[in-house]
């Protein structure tokens, strides 16, 4: 297992692109060939050591055979791991934002916060959040037709409006709240949120929507009978028929108004 | 500035590739200049800068499709240098990457084609932001109910006055009208079927709209005519439209030296069928119509294999894209005056229908005979991106090359179109007309497309040997020469060198501010304020361009007194 270890030198005002930071990148370099890598610190072209410490492993090895950890505030720093395939990165303390974009494989550990789009249009592997997640966790870019096509999000904590959004395949799964649209134009896939929903499932095709606590609920969702879940009493909805959908939504308690 | 011993093409001047010097002082063509800066042209191409008479390149639907298309504003990303801010897009380009990629390929203006008076702002805000050509908008008036009013009510002399208000309005260029009746009969999700088919509420017809909207355009002598996308475009069967309309107004007149109407992206306006299934191609019936009628220009709308982001103010057909190919769809509603969809669609060389539409625009170009009736455009980038210009170019110059690309494409595009059996090749001094002399004809710009005394100081210097290179066989070399141009000069600076921007002038806008008798003025203005008080959903005072939108306008004047 090669390990690289990242901390920030310095607190960064403004964002650092940093779709570099990925084990398929790392894999075949030595520490020395890893700190001269470019990123972009705002508009200025960077290297990574001119704005992180990092140490770790030299030896070459696989991707999956790899570990990278980043330690210290990293909430200013996107796209880590972005189109990562396979192998590891550990971060203790929050991530910016597009962490996860387009990933196909491996793991993303984030013991912290998660900025928004968190795992954008990703395709496979797992990303795990200990707290909260911002707005767009596993969605499309704007305008993309598909958000997440595969794998795994787990946030512990809240996530904000618009999870899933166009949500094509894959499963997220959020402990806490989510906020307004979660699972908006989805096309497939499973969106499971443990606490309170706005308006989930709006202009959804297919796919399933679960929400263990309380949702608003459009109207345009036809209520079709009562389920038992593990337990639990759910309200099944199907639409979003305004465009004539075939979505699947449960609700364990439905918020008044509107129906 | 002097272009020295380049082998000139310069149709309007008679000029038929004659070893000749070009000389530029302050922005303009003059006989003699002094300055002593001299660029060595020998043994290569040189052109009037190209003219883009119909591409769809600022404004809310633009905009529009940048928003639903990430995929493509990451297609053609070019960071930015110490001169040249960044790029992005292909089909749907930033506004850099626009003025750059223009000036790349030679050509030093463009104009937006559709601009509905209530978006202006936004058009002219882009523009703006386009370096290097210069440019102008046309106003969409096909759809405003100031005019289906005007032409219910018969009132030509109200209808004449508010074409000039709403140019003004818009800081506009001409008269463009699209789907004529059927914008606002989608406001009640229906469409009109032909040009005699009434207009919900209004009970006018297309023919009527048409008609009229021509001959307030004649009466108020503006510099370029009505410019018109069909009724039923992009529907088989609808080349019955095409000639239908044109006959409907044979009997109008131009009042300039200058075609009487523009009919844009023909490609889309050409076809047979009952339906797609025997979709086939009309392109020698709508050609030879042109032949015998010398009053209509036309541009081609060719269609290029890839992607393409459909925007038009057609917002039924738009609607039907989408449903028939399951794709992303925008439709917009743009209050009393259109409506309008975006559509993103991939042209493919295997698809039976793409591959005769393909074959349709080419046909269009090359069996009307006068290439003055007739303008290179891919309808950007409705049928494609308009960076693919040298390509049609040198399928226009190579029937050789045509032949390789039929041999590519589903086998109905040989079957369905008379593409196959067309001899013809264009030389140099035609693609001049087609790409440069013919749309600044066209568009009435006098001092464009041409290298006369006077003329504005737009070259392109292509490193092609027209006396050496034969484009019927080097037709790759054609292409890439077109491609980057060695040096494209505009208003006598060079701005692209051996096919890179090396200066970055901002360009001027072209408007038309026409002149009207007062009292037809009083009258469109009662009726405004009246509409703008019960229909619209901002005030006049915010909806007309201001001055500080136009920073550096051309200002073009015409009308009846
Ligand atoms: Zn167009």
């Not at chain 1, 928004?116 to 990703?122: C, K, Q, S, T």
């Not at chain 1, 929507?209 to 949702?215: D, E, F, N, S």
């Not at chain 2, 626009?98 to 937006?112: D, H, N, S």
């Not at chain 2, 008036?141 to 508010?162: I, P, Q, T, Y």
Request: aromatic content about 6%; charged content about 25%.
């Amino acid at each position: 297992m090669k390990k690289v270890i990242i901390k920030p030198l310095r607190e960064f005002w403004v964002p650092v692109e940093a779709e570099r930071i990925s084990p398929d990148i790392f894999a075949p370099l030595s520490i020395e060939e890893i700190r001269r890598l470019e990123v972009w610190e705002g508009n200025r072209k960077v290297t990574l050591s001119d704005l992180f410490m990092i140490s770790g492993d030299d030896e070459p090895a696989p991707p999956g055979d790899n570990e990278i950890v980043l330690s210290g505030d990293f909430s200013r720093v996107k796209r880590i791991g972005e189109k990562m395939t396979s192998g590891t990165i550990v971060i203790k303390g929050d991530v910016g934002m597009h962490a996860g974009n387009g990933m196909s494989g491996g793991e993303i550990l984030i013991d912290g916060n998660a900025g928004d789009w968190l795992g954008r249009e990703m395709q496979g592997g797992k990303i795990t959040v200990s707290g909260d997640a911002g707005e767009y966790v596993g969605a499309g870019y704007r305008g993309e037709s598909c958000g997440m096509r595969g794998g795994e999000i787990l946030v512990e904590g809240s996530a904000g409006d618009y999870l899933g959004e166009h949500l094509c395949g894959g499963t997220i799964t959020v402990g806490g709240d989510a906020g307004d649209f979660p699972g908006i134009g989805n096309r497939g896939g499973a969106i499971v949120i443990g606490g309170n929903a706005h308006l989930p499932g709006a202009e959804m095709a297919s796919g399933t929507i679960t929400v263990r606590g309380r949702a608003r609920v459009l109207p345009s969702f036809q209520r079709l009978e009562t389920v038992e879940i593990d337990g639990i009493r759910f309200d099944k909805f199907l639409g979003d028929l305004v465009d004539d959908g075939k979505g699947e939504l449960f609700a364990a308690s439905v918020e008044d108004g509107g129906r | 500035m002097i272009i020295e011993g380049g082998i000139v093409y310069d149709p309007i001047n008679g000029v038929l590739g004659e070893e000749m010097d070009v000389s530029i002082e302050d922005g303009r063509v003059v006989e003699e200049s002094r300055d002593g800066e001299k660029i060595d042209a020998r043994g290569m191409l040189v052109l009037p800068g190209g003219v883009d008479a119909h591409a769809h390149i600022a404004g809310a639907k633009v905009n529009t499709g940048r928003i639903m298309r990430p995929e493509d504003g990451r297609r053609g990303t070019e960071a930015r240098t110490k001169l040249l801010r960044p790029s992005t897009g292909y089909t749907v380009p930033n506004c850099y990457a626009i003025g750059y990629r223009y000036a790349r390929l030679g050509y030093t203006c463009a104009f937006e084609a559709a601009t509905p008076i209530l978006e202006a702002r936004h058009t002219h805000e882009e523009l703006e932001e386009i370096p290097i050509v210069d440019k102008g908008a046309l106003t969409l008036f096909g759809n405003n109910w100031e005019v289906l009013e005007c032409v219910r009510d018969g009132d030509l002399e109200k209808l004449a006055a508010f074409v000039a208000w709403g140019l003004r309005a818009s800081r506009g260029y001409g008269v463009k009208v699209v789907n004529p009746g059927g914008g606002e009969a989608w406001g009640f999700g229906g469409n009109v079927k032909g040009i005699d088919d009434p207009v919900p509420n209004f009970g006018v017809t297309a023919r009527e709209i048409i008609r009229y909207l021509m001959r307030a355009n004649e009466a108020l002598r503006l510099p370029h005519s009505v410019h018109l996308h069909t009724n039923n475009l992009g529907k088989p069967g609808n080349y019955e439209t095409t000639l239908a309309t044109l006959r409907a107004v044979e009997d109008i007149a131009s009042s300039r030296d200058r075609q009487v109407l523009h009919v844009t992206h023909m490609q889309f306006s050409a076809y047979g069928g009952t339906g797609w299934r025997d979709f086939e191609s009309k392109a020698p019936e709508i050609s030879d119509y042109f032949n015998k009628h010398d009053q209509f220009t036309m541009d081609m709308g060719q269609l290029i294999f890839g992607s393409a982001t459909t925007m038009t103010a057609d917002a039924p057909l738009e609607y039907g894209n989408a449903r028939l190919l399951k794709a992303k769809w925008s439709n917009h509603d743009i209050e009393l005056e259109e409506s309008s969809g975006v559509v993103p669609l991939v042209y493919g060389r295997k698809n039976p229908i793409n591959a005769i539409q393909w074959a349709i625009g080419l046909e269009l170009a090359l069996l009307t005979e006068d290439p003055w009736q007739m303008i290179m455009t891919t309808d950007h980038p409705n049928g494609g991106p308009f960076v693919n210009y040298p390509e049609v170019v040198a399928l226009l110059m190579s029937r050789s090359k045509r032949e390789k690309e039929l041999a590519t494409l589903h086998d109905l595009a040989s079957k369905r179109s008379s593409l196959p059996s067309i001899e013809r090749e264009m030389d140099w001094n035609e693609v001049a007309i087609v790409t440069r002399a013919g749309p600044a004809r066209i568009l009435g710009l006098a001092e464009k497309g041409h290298l006369g005394v006077g003329a504005d100081g737009d070259v392109s210097i292509y490193d092609v040997n027209p006396e050496k290179v034969d484009p019927s066989k080097e037709h790759e070399e054609v292409k890439a020469a077109l491609a980057g141009a060695k040096y494209t000069i505009k208003g006598g600076e060079v701005v692209v060198r051996d096919g890179e921007v090396v200066a970055v002038p901002q360009g001027r806008t072209y408007w038309v501010d026409a002149s009207v008798p007062e009292d037809a003025e009083a009258r469109v203005k009662a009726d405004l304020v009246e509409k703008f008080a019960k229909y619209y959903s901002i005030q006049m005072s915010n909806y007309m361009v201001q001055d500080a939108y136009v920073t550096r306008p051309r200002v073009i004047r015409a009308g009846v007194i």
